[in-house]
């Protein structure tokens, strides 16, 4: 089976699936939020250097690349700091209260 990710709405980029990346041309609205993204999410560690990981809100450029990744419903993300300027991002899907 081979699996299609569409493009990103804003620009010409289309998921690579083999190197996980998203490469958004410099005008786009979509790779501008994530790259304020990244700079915040690093910035928070930066006020927090003994944290490992925290949690937040998924931001709009993320909801958008999640969609193209097969993860549309993503409503937080658990950001985790691996190593110096190392981060991943896990997004879920947090339930409503009932
Ligand atoms: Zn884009």
Do not use: Q
């Amino acid at each position: 089976m081979t699996e299609s990710y569409p493009g990103c709405r804003d620009c010409l980029a289309v998921y690579d699936a083999d190197s996980k990346s998203l490469e958004h041309n410099d005008s786009c609205p979509v790779g501008a939020g994530i790259a304020a993204t990244t700079v915040a999410d690093k910035e928070w560690f930066e006020r927090h250097p003994n944290a490992t990981e925290y949690h937040r809100p998924v931001s709009w450029a993320e909801s958008v690349e999640y969609g193209l990744r097969g993860f549309p419903g993503a409503t937080h993300v658990l950001v985790k700091h691996l190593a110096p300027s190392v981060r991943a991002r896990i997004p879920y899907a947090r339930k409503a209260k009932a």
